[in-house]
């Protein structure tokens, strides 16, 4: 059974940082993509970063500069480096993956929380 465990979510002032972790286990595919989604109250889930088939980044506009995500490969985890938060980035931060026979799956997602 595939899981998802994020970790490293909380609440830290704005302009500050946090790093999210999601370790992967029971894929038994190996994996295109890693990254992570977030879903502010009454926004839409929206890309935040992503890593494509192990190589290439993809980050959402308003991450951009200020977030960095990498990959373990031999460990299946996926980090998350956030730094200059702000209130905005205040979401529900959800670690998602897809196989490579293009099935995906979500973290139950973490917290993160940033006051002004």
């Known amino acids: 059974q595939v899981q998802l465990v994020e970790s490293g979510g909380g609440l830290v002032q704005a302009g500050g940082s946090l790093r999210l972790s999601c370790a992967a286990s029971g894929i038994f595919f190996s994996i295109n993509d890693m990254g992570w989604y977030r879903q502010a109250p009454g926004k839409q889930r929206e890309l935040v970063a992503v890593?494509?088939?192990?190589?290439?980044?993809n980050y959402g506009d308003s991450v951009k500069g200020r977030f960095t995500i990498s990959r373990d490969n031999a460990k299946n985890t996926v980090y998350l480096q956030m730094n200059s938060l702000k209130p905005e980035d205040t979401a529900v931060y959800y670690c998602y993956v897809r196989r490579s026979d293009m099935r995906n799956y979500w973290g139950q997602g973490t917290q993160v929380t940033v006051s002004s």
């Open positions: 890593i494509i088939s192990g190589a290439s980044t």
